[in-house]
């Protein structure tokens, strides 16, 4: 079994959304990403190799738990956000279980609320000028889907 990237990492509880998701939330992500997640095993291969697991507050395994679990607090998560679509879990999961289209489709049921965490323009010019290029791209592309 692979370790856990920070094993002694404290378990995060995370606020119930503001976000209306009709029935359940493993329909609703498959019937955007037509993944079938039901056959993790919870290894944690996904975890070990994320690169950014380390600023999440739930690994990728722990998204992928929290979705069978039911559990919609998973859409409150930063981890969805950090989250780079570098595919590397995907290429790795031994179930071959594409998590990477996960996130995205988790993103895409926030998406779709249309609920702003922070607007841009809400920044200090100081700030808006250090925030690299490659986040406006990732932002733009996320929010044309
Ligand atoms: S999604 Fe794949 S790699 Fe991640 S815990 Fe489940 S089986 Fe393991
Ligand atoms: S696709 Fe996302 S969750 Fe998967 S390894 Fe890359 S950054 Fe981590």
Redesign the pocket.
């Known amino acids: 079994m692979?370790p856990m990237p920070d094993a002694q990492r404290k378990r995060v509880q995370l606020p119930e959304p503001p976000f209306k998701v009709e029935g359940r939330l493993a329909e609703e992500v498959a019937a955007l990403c037509d993944e079938r997640?039901e056959?993790?095993?919870?290894?944690?291969?996904?975890?070990?190799g994320c690169p950014f697991v380390e600023e999440m507050d739930i690994t990728?395994?722990e998204v992928?738990?929290f979705i069978i679990m039911d559990k919609k607090s998973v859409l409150s998560s930063k981890t969805i956000w950090l989250c780079s679509s570098c595919f590397l879990?995907a290429e790795?999961?031994?179930?071959?279980?594409n998590?990477t289209k996960?996130m995205e489709a988790l993103r895409q049921l926030v998406l779709r609320q249309n609920i702003d965490r922070l607007r841009t323009s809400d920044l200090p010019e100081s700030e808006r000028r250090q925030i690299p290029q490659i986040a406006y791209v990732s932002l733009f592309r996320k929010s044309i889907g």
């Open positions: 692979v997640f056959g993790c095993y919870q290894c944690g291969t996904c975890s070990a990728p395994d992928i738990r879990c790795r999961c031994p179930r071959d279980i998590i996960i």
